[in-house]
């Protein structure tokens, strides 16, 4: 069976979404969500100052939208590390908060799909043939804590 989550509203799973408000410590610095921490990490070496912004974001989709504004230069090797620092993000979350981490050991051995229409890397994309690395990264995820 594959389960799909995407909202953070869908229950039980909308906690394997990055915008479901579990907050983590990480780097130094409180986060709000994992996405505050994955659009961030972005500038953090070029535009310290907007990442810190990214950090303080009242919401995750401002966190998000923040990170793909392109006035600000992307770390030089961002393609090379986001998966890195999205499994960070993602595994802090899920070793912080007990409660969501029995939500993701309850899925036991199945395949796990970010069911995300407009994005074909970290989702499954609107057909159904993206790459599905999120689901991918909570799969791994769980696999640390079965």
């Not at 989709?61 to 993000?89: F, N, Q």
């Not at 069911?115 to 074909?120: Q, S």
């Not at 994309?125 to 791994?140: A, C, E, W, Y």
Request: proline residues 4%.
């Amino acid at each position: 069976m594959t389960i799909y989550f995407y909202s953070t509203r869908e229950v039980p799973y909308g906690c394997f979404s990055n915008f479901s408000a579990h907050g983590f410590e990480l780097d130094e610095y409180w986060w709000p969500t994992s996405e505050h921490y994955f659009q961030a990490q972005k500038f953090i070496e070029t535009a310290p100052e907007w990442a810190s912004k990214i950090r303080h974001a009242k919401a995750p989709k401002i966190a998000a939208t923040m990170g793909r504004d392109r006035r600000y230069p992307l770390r030089s090797d961002w393609e090379a590390v986001k998966d890195e620092i999205m499994y960070r993000a993602v595994l802090q979350k899920f070793t912080i908060h007990a409660d969501i981490r029995a939500i993701l050991l309850s899925t036991g051995d199945e395949y796990l799909v970010e069911n995300a229409p407009g994005d074909y890397y970290w989702g499954c994309g609107k057909d159904g043939s993206g790459q599905n690395k999120l689901g991918q990264i909570l799969v791994t995820v769980r696999t640390v804590f079965q």
